[in-house]
């Protein structure tokens, strides 16, 4: 009853307007009672306060939980690519994104996990060629991503440098990528083991024997200093036919 008794005020006030020549004031009183009828959001200045002051808490603690939620997905993928579980890894690490898209560490996580999914490949029963190259390629773009948002980042730098130089034989790329972790870190043995390899496939055979040489005079394990040595001998003999 209240209803009816509501549109019929409404509808008097609207014929009052028409009666007077105001078609946009039937138009404004028309397209309230529809919002009204819809439980349309606020669009005034007033009602767009009045909601704030009622239900900003609650959007403060929505916020606060989806903020957490992201750092736990964060969490999960990191601990999912430690434990191996690359293909969790890398679905955690895309949902995490969403909540951090600009953190270089996820897509670390997502280079890392889908190269290791590249190695699937070799169980497809079709299209095994064209999974790995899927995966390295995504592998690839997500290493470059990591090191757009942070060019200084050490294990998207090596990782890079390890994707070019093991999985795509591009031994050229794979040392821009070294050089700069290296400039920073001249006695990281692992990545001047890669570098070393990367000179000899780039057919730079005396300057992957020096990076050998560097390994040799850096690194106190022994097994290390003994690969670098028999590494270093094989190019020699391959440089001046031994």
């Known amino acids: ?122 169980i497809e029963i079709d299209g095994a060629a064209t999974t790995r190259e899927s995966w390295l390629d995504v592998a690839e773009r997500a290493y470059k991503q990591s090191l757009q948002i942070d060019p200084s980042y050490a294990k998207a730098l090596y990782g890079l440098g390890v994707l070019y130089s093991f999985e795509l034989n591009n031994h050229e790329a794979a040392l821009a990528p070294l050089e700069t972790l290296l400039s920073t870190d001249p006695k990281n043995v692992d990545a001047l083991f890669v570098y070393a390899r990367s000179l000899y496939g780039a057919g730079r055979l005396q300057d992957a024997a020096n990076a050998y040489d560097r390994i040799i005079a850096t690194t106190p394990v022994e097994a290390k200093k003994k690969q670098a040595t028999d590494n270093k001998k094989q190019v020699l003999d391959e440089l001046y036919g031994k």
Not at 61 to 68: C, H, I, L, N, V
Not at 79 to 103: F, S
């Open 1 to 122: 009853m209240k209803r009816i008794v509501a549109l019929c005020l409404v509808m008097a006030i609207a014929m009052m307007a028409s009666s007077c020549g105001d078609k946009g004031f039937l138009t404004m009183m028309f397209d309230l009672e529809t919002r009204s009828m819809k439980n349309a959001p606020p669009s005034t200045v007033k009602e767009l306060q009045d909601a704030i002051a009622r239900y900003g808490k609650d959007v403060e603690r929505t916020t606060a939980a989806m903020e957490k939620v992201g750092m736990y997905w964060r969490l999960l993928a990191v601990k999912y690519m430690n434990t191996g579980l690359y293909g969790d890894a890398y679905d955690a690490a895309r949902t995490a994104l969403h909540y951090y898209p600009e953190t270089s560490s996820l897509y670390y996580v997502a280079a890392v996990s889908a190269a290791y999914l590249s190695k699937t490949a070799s």
